[in-house]
């Protein structure tokens, strides 16, 4: 079993940063690809950034593009989400999950990991 905890959220105004991290424990992940997803109120869970196992593979999405960076140190077993440039649109909680792959490579879909962290809030002030 693999246990996920993030921290770094909090509460930051419009053109901010923040670093999100997810420590991971009860096993080492570093043959799990690793990703970030955020759910603001009253809307569905969606994807913001994957990292593969070996970090070589990268995904963002549209909105986050440019702004975020996801990265890794399998020798701390920590993932992390650096968010620059900080709009009011990211204000949500953000989640760290994680699932075992044979093969490097980055995963997109929420249905296909299989462990997942408590979540951290990020509230982006106007």
């Known amino acids: 079993q693999v246990q996920l905890v993030e921290s770094g959220g909090g509460l930051v105004q419009a053109g901010g940063s923040l670093r999100l991290s997810c420590a991971a424990s009860?096993?080492?992940?570093?043959?799990?690809?690793m990703g970030w997803f955020r759910q603001a109120p009253g809307k569905e869970r969606e994807f913001v950034a994957a990292?593969?196992?070996?970090?070589?593979?990268?995904y963002y999405a549209d909105s986050v593009k440019g702004r975020f960076t996801i990265s890794r140190d399998n020798a701390k077993n920590t993932v992390y989400l650096q968010m620059n440039s900080l709009k009011p649109e990211d204000t949500a909680v953000y989640y760290c999950?994680?699932?075992?792959?044979?093969?490097?490579?980055?995963?997109?879909?929420?249905?296909?990991?299989?462990?997942w962290g408590q979540g951290t809030q990020v509230t982006v002030s106007s």
């Open positions: 990292i593969s196992w070996s970090g070589g593979n990268l």
């Open positions: 999950a994680a699932v075992y792959l044979a093969v490097a490579g980055a995963v997109r879909n929420s249905y296909e990991y299989d462990y």
């Open positions: 009860g096993r080492s992940v570093s043959s799990y690809a």
